[in-house]
């Protein structure tokens, strides 16, 4: 199985805690106003690599790995195999997303990535709430979100 990806970078401090392998996949569909990454957008403008042959590379880097984009969720079936198999491994995982945690709840093909990822960056990037002192986040409106401990709906956040 394959996945679209822009490109992975080894050892970033920006997109979660620590230094992580971050994932940077093809396309988005929210077309937020003052995306940082417009060029995102397009799904074919990634390449196509398999789940095994990013799991080797998150191996090798031995770190934690951040799901970013575009919006991961695009591809969540395929998404949620690799999440499961970089588990596995004993890796902690963020996934940023254009969804809002109530979305994800809320849709059934969505909500399948939840029981495979630690964190959640969740929600559009709006240039109206846009504060750059803000936490692994750019916009008021986005929350990090800790999954397990908001599965009951009931939003549990970090910083
Ligand atoms: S969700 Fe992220 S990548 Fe997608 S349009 Fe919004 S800011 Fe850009």
Same mark, same amino acid.
């Given at each position: 199985m394959?996945?679209? &990806?822009?490109?992975?970078?080894? /050892? =970033? =401090? &920006? $997109?979660?805690t620590g230094l992580r =392998?971050?994932?940077y996949f093809a396309g988005c569909n929210h077309q937020c106003a003052g995306c940082h990454n417009p060029q995102s957008w397009n799904i074919d403008g990634g390449y196509e690599i398999s789940i095994d042959d990013i799991l080797q590379q998150v191996i090798e880097n031995d770190l934690d790995v951040t799901f970013s984009g575009g919006d991961p969720l695009l591809q969540v079936e395929p998404l949620k195999k690799l999440a499961e198999k970089i588990k596995d491994a004993g890796k902690n995982i963020w996934c940023y997303t254009g969804y809002t945690f109530e979305e994800i709840i809320a849709d059934p093909e969505l909500k399948q990535i939840l029981p495979h990822v630690d964190v959640i960056v969740d929600g559009p990037f709006i240039q109206s709430q846009r504060n750059i002192s803000l936490h692994f986040r /750019?916009?008021?409106?986005?929350? &990090?979100? $800790? &999954?397990k401990r908001s599965l009951d709906g009931q939003i549990a956040t970090l910083y």
């Open positions: 394959k996945l679209k &990806v822009l490109k992975i970078i080894d /050892g =970033t =401090t &920006v $997109d979660g =392998t971050s994932i /750019g916009s008021e409106n986005q929350r &990090v979100i $800790d &999954v």
